[in-house]
């Protein structure tokens, strides 16, 4: 099975980005780049596939030079190519400019590697901006069938049996092959690169594309701030738990909460 | 689609079991809200089949006009279509659906056929000088952003929350039934739907939340929450950590990678108040936290913090709240 | 600060740092109380190949330099030392294979580490420590075998390694020079593992008695020459004893990492404890002993890459690093006050964690006289 990985490197998600108060950019410096949480179940969803049913893995991302760090760790966890579409500002492109990218980079890379990818898979959002469309906006331009928040994905004679995550339960889905998916946190978690591995994956090439012509951006950020602080109300201690609840109850019934 | 032509906005309002989800009858009364200030009206879109209730429900919610599709299962490439067919035939400004699964899945996909881009994850939405602008939390809701769509229409999955529903009974509207055309090509077809859910949660429109996270220690100890909850007639909610740990089910998840909640009351039992879990629930009216770690981020958003061991203080809570609800 | 690594070490290391704070730190705790083996870390670990940090490129490893490996293991070191314990005792039980074994022996050794085992290195004895001339296991020839007896104690990695480097005597008569080293595999008859200590500190490493009873190896197992066990055992030690002052450097980083977030967040007096010259004295205090003792260890490293003497740098790194790391441990402890004291509390393991790295592979008493020995002369 030939699958194809979508790769967004964003500010690691561990850390809280807070707003720069001087520049009002969001204060990214010293937060370490990463491979976008759901991108990586969305890669090991892939590499237990390969394990199962052969084939190989590429990842694609779309961004500068900076990104080939991130492309690499896919190469120690399971990817056998890289691509990386070169785009100097690839954060000034909306998800519909990143789906149109990547259309054009699926067929790059089908030419190149003489291939046909059998399953695309991506993240089912982005840790940073959680617009959770490019899966869908790719799938669409590529007239493909696709499936979001999957937790699980088999092919079975010549479908693919997708198992969807809804907030009651799951959906199983059937779709024809070649198809999308943009995948949600499985019961696994991703594998860590092993010291072999990342030593392997640091010889192997990243190779480049060009991007697909401008599509102007539809979305336009006008400002950027941070929410609205609370302000603390009362904090009570005390010697007891009967002392300190009942200053709680009589605070609390003099503000009519109960 | 020209911006001259363009008016009105379209809502597409989820049901389920022929009842409409709450989250679209928010959406209706904030649109009814923006478009009569615009002197413009609001159309809601409902699919499925036995909708006559659930479109009076959506008119007095906000909708002006009910659009009533007859389709007997979900299909996502199915309701798209409806979606964008609908869209070309009454061409509004601005089309808004609540950000579930559904919404989510759709929306984006509207957007793309009608060429123009879509916000998810919509907290508010304005209308400044004839644009809307929405408001989209970034980086798990540490930053914000205000956003403008700039093809036609702008469309919107609103986060659940957001807005509040006000039904008004004496309100009419005009129901309207639709047949649309779609072609029987369904690339990804559901084959079964699965419910796991011994209960529904309904964290969203409950009017008090009683929380638990780490600090709770272990599943025995998280029972105190659940007896609160009872006590206090409210929903119980839970950390990241506590869903991990098996102590609830994830249905009761409380923040960014679960529910946004706004009730009118909200106790946060053993929960230290990482980013992720207040971002979920920072919209609620009175915030009650009890920590024995005094200086937890917690407190600095609760209106009345309690310093002290939630195992002793949560009984004692039970026990006081009793006493007045037998008064 | 920290030491000067390779590109390709420095994307490694955000690996281990991850794997740690993801896989080791937290899960430790409850390792450090119960006094276990951790095994089901130690597995993950192994898939890392966090084991075969040291085996040379030639027999598979990674080709990394010494500082390389020093910044992983530090980071090892920083999220428990026990943990780098664990993985460096492997290192140093290769270390007379590499030294002086042959090359069946290199690749016997190194085949063993890849696939995940351990290696124990067995020199003291119940009454031979400091004094390691005074051993009291034998080994005698018999035809195209030794057959080794005696017991060996204070062994780390003794219960779960998968070889040993064994010293023993084949002469008694002329002392230390009639000492030899063995190379022994793990489920060889008549080995066996007695009392495990329950120790102060390091709670996450094994350490027990190795025990030989009629022992039977086959004689090509000798490491180098008959009588150069000795030899081959301080040459292992000069060299092994720098990686201990590394994870103790470890130790120490931990401390102020500690520290600093502790002080930043107790309010005390209206203000984070740390806004207190007195505590920030105390800080800068602890960052110039840790990145001194950092400093040494990756100067004995780069000398012993660069094929230069090393003995006495390895004996100042060790002795210093391990010396600042309980110092750095108890100011630690000061700064998070009375919290500090109690086991809730990350910082009073450091202390327990540190204590060993003055007492084991030389005391530091040993470190002053190797480094006396060698600035003053005979």
Known sequence: MEMLVCIKQVPDDSVEISLDLGTKEPALIGVTPVVNAFDTYALEMAARLKETFGGEITVVSVGNDEVKNSLKNCLAVGADHAYLVKHEKSESLDPCGIANILKKAVHDIEGELETKFDLILCGKESTDYASSQVGLLLASKLRLPVATNIIKVEPMDGIMRIKQETEEGYRSIEAKTPCVVTVQKPDYDPRYPTIKSKMAARKKEIKELSPSEEVSSMLEVIRVFEPAKRVAGIKLKADNEQEVVAQAMSVMTAAKVF | MSHSDAKNIMVYVETVSDTPLNGGLEILTKAHKLAAARGEEVIAVLIGSNLEHAANTAIMAGADKVILVTKDNYEMEVYEAILTRLAEKYKPSLILSAGTLVGKDILPLVAGNLTTGCAVDVMEITDKDGNFVFTCPVYGGTVLNDLVIKGTPAVAAVRSGAFEKELVVERTGEIIKEQVGVENTVRAKIVEVVNEMAETVNLEEAQVIVSGGRGMGNKENFRLVEELALACHGVVGATRPAIEAEWVPRSHQVGQSGKIVAPKLYIACGISGATQHVSGMIGSGYIVAVNKDEDAPIFDIADVGIVGDVVKVVPLLIEEIKKIQSL | ?378
């Open chain 3, 1 to 378: 600060m920290a030491y000067l690594i390779s590109e390709e070490a420095q994307d490694l290391l955000q690996d281990v740092k991850t794997f740690c704070e993801k896989e080791v730190k937290e899960q430790c705790k409850e390792y450090d109380a119960s006094g276990d083996w951790p095994k089901n870390i130690y597995e993950k670990a192994f898939e890392q190949g966090y084991q075969a940090l040291e085996v040379p490129e030639e027999y598979g490893g990674p080709g990394l330099n010494r500082v390389d490996v020093a910044a992983l293991i530090e980071q090892m070191a920083i999220a428990d030392a026990g943990f780098a314990t664990t993985i460096s005792a492997s290192g140093l039980a290769l270390k007379p294979v590499l030294i002086a074994g042959s090359k069946e022996q290199k690749e016997r050794v190194c085949e063993l580490v890849l696939e995940g085992g351990l290696g124990a290195f067995c020199l003291t004895e119940p009454g031979a420590g400091s004094d390691a001339g005074a051993g009291k296991t034998t080994a005698v020839k018999d035809g195209d075998e030794y057959i080794l007896n005696g017991r060996k104690c204070f062994i780390t990695n003794g219960e779960v390694a998968s070889f040993y480097c064994v010293t023993a005597m084949t002469d008694k008569t002329i002392g230390v020079k009639g000492m030899s080293m063995f190379l022994v595999e793990a489920g060889t008859p008549g080995l066996s593992t007695g009392k495990e200590e329950d120790k102060m500190g390091i709670r996450t490493s094994n350490t027990c008695d190795v025990v030989m009873e009629d022992l039977r190896i086959p004689a090509s197992n000798l490491i180098g020459e008959e009588g150069k066990g000795f030899s081959i055992a301080m040459k292992t030690l000069d060299q092994a004893r720098t990686w201990m002052g590394c994870i103790a450097a470890g130790i120490a980083q931990r401390g102020i990492d500690e520290a600093v977030t502790y002080g930043k967040e107790r309010i005390q007096f209206g203000k984070p404890v740390i806004k207190n010259q007195a505590l920030q004295f105390k800080v800068a205090d602890m960052h110039i002993k840790t990145e001194t003792a950092r400093q040494m260890v990756a100067h004995a490293l780069t000398r012993m890459d660069m094929g230069l003497s090393y003995t006495t740098e390895s004996a100042v790194a060790k002795c210093y690093a391990s010396d600042i790391a309980m110092e750095v441990a108890s100011e630690a402890i000061q700064v998070f006050g009375g919290y500090g004291y109690s086991r809730e509390y990350p910082v009073e393991k450091l202390l327990r964690d540190a204590k060993i790295f003055q007492i084991f592979e030389g005391t530091n008493e040993i470190q002053r006289m190797v480094v006396a020995n060698n600035v003053i002369g005979r």
